[in-house]
């Protein structure tokens, strides 16, 4: 699979059908569930099909989306990172989500900003936003070092939950 960033400590490239069990494994956490949503995925099978329609199916569309996120210089893959451009949001969103074995080193922040240079940078995107539960602590704060900060609550369509939107600050008229 095609790498499309490498950090210090990272290499974040595109997912592909080999990927399905480290999708499995991730999609199944307890705090995917909790932070993310409950996404359906039980078997290897389900696996492959969500990573077709997902990630696979906006690369082909948009020219981007979430990517597999692997240690240098053994490539463990520990959780995905990317941009997901979704129907009820005008910009592209940035999402990341790590195995519970690799929070609390910096992967998320790091892979993040790197995700967000690339889409400023090589993809042209003017505004990123971010949307997570107002809840998920741990996310805002890597939100908030990347440089988003809260603008609004929104509602997600289906469930009706609340969602905090985060994106850049606003410019000021100087």
Known sequence: M???I???RL??????ED????????LNEPSFWQNIGDRGVRTIEEARAYLAKGPLASYARHGYGLYLVELKPEGTPIGICGLVKRDYLED???GFAFRPQYWSFGYACESASAVMEHAHGHLGLARI???TSPENTGSINVLKKIGLEFERTIQAPGDGKSLAL???PAKSAA
């Open 166 to 168: 985060y994106a850049p």
């Open 6 to 8: 490498e950090t210090e």
């Open 92 to 94: 592209p969103d940035i």
């Open 2 to 4: 095609a790498i499309v």
């Open 129 to 131: 936003v971010a949307i």
């Open 11 to 16: 290499v974040l490239r595109e997912l592909g």
């Open 19 to 26: 990927d399905a069990p480290f999708m499995l494994a991730l």
